[in-house]
């Protein structure tokens, strides 16, 4: 923590009250509470979050559709044979290792040209230093041909408009809104911190890796998947309390993924 960070964060305390304030919420959300167990709590987060991806793996949905007490009512196309990711990576050795803490996160990439509807942000989105509140998008085959921000709309728009892709989504990702970070009820002004506080999308560019033989793909051939490619990722939160993601798979089951924001399977 930073001290300017810390005093934006915990805006009634300054100096050093402030960094301990931010200390404190940090080991909170990484699962550190001073008995000896942080270890053992990631092992078993990690175990159960790739428990989930390789669910999700199986059922290889075509579609997710999205609706929440906000007015969301999305629905968003994956690639052929897209892979689910999340908790823990291996590096080219096999050593099993955790990128990200907190993380919270089970993501993939949506077709870029998939997304149709209409997606409520769930809480502020930090962009740039500024502030977007209460915000929503509407999607047509993909693009987003609306949107509108009670609370710095401008700069959402500046962002959509960086380049051909930033119109499009990069990223999907599923996170309860049972989580440590929710539960702290804190605004860390960090999208790698608060976009582990719920279900979100992410504008712009996608993830190459979540494409089986992606490293021996060109650009074009990467985007002929469903690959979004832009110069920005742009992650805002989705997920509420009231939450429901269906996924359907290419023989049209339905299964719930999420009901009542948090996971069904």
């Known amino acids: 923590p930073t001290k300017a960070w810390a005093e934006k964060?915990?805006?009634d305390k300054q100096g050093e009250e402030a960094i301990d304030a931010l200390w404190e919420a940090i080991f909170s959300v990484c699962r550190i509470t001073g008995d000896g167990k942080a270890v053992e709590r990631w092992r078993d987060h990690v175990d159960a979050t790739a428990r989930r991806a390789k669910l999700l793996n199986e059922y290889n949905f075509k579609t997710l559709h999205y609706t929440n007490s906000l007015g969301t009512d999305l629905t968003i196309?994956?690639?052929?044979?897209?892979?689910?990711?999340?908790?823990?990576?291996?590096?080219?050795?096999?050593?099993?290792?955790?990128?990200?803490?907190?993380?919270?996160?089970?993501?993939?990439?949506?077709?870029?040209?998939?997304?149709?509807?209409?997606?409520?942000?769930?809480?502020?989105?930090?962009?740039?230093?500024?502030?977007?509140k209460n915000f929503y998008m509407d999607f047509e085959n993909g693009k987003i041909v609306n949107v509108h921000a009670e609370e710095g709309e401008e700069y959402l728009r500046h962002s959509v408009g960086m380049d051909e892709g930033s119109a499009y989504l990069g990223e999907v990702a599923l996170v309860p809104y049972d989580s440590p970070i929710r539960n702290s009820g804190i605004l860390f002004y960090n999208t790698l911190f608060d976009e582990n506080a719920a279900c979100h999308v992410a504008l712009g560019r996608g993830f190459n890796e979540v494409i089986p033989g992606f490293d021996t793909m060109s650009g074009e051939e990467l985007k002929a998947k469903g690959i979004n490619d832009s110069i920005i990722h742009v992650d805002f939160m989705v997920g509420c309390k009231e939450l429901s993601i269906t996924g359907y798979t290419k023989d049209g089951k339905a299964v719930p993924i999420f009901t009542d924001g948090n996971w069904a399977i």
């Open 9 to 11: 964060v915990f805006s």
């Open 77 to 132: 196309t994956l690639p052929d044979n897209h892979v689910w990711m999340g908790g823990s990576e291996d590096t080219p050795k096999g050593v099993e290792f955790v990128a990200n803490m907190p993380t919270e996160e089970i993501f993939t990439a949506p077709r870029w040209d998939g997304v149709n509807g209409r997606v409520y942000a769930a809480m502020p989105l930090a962009l740039n230093g500024n502030l977007v």
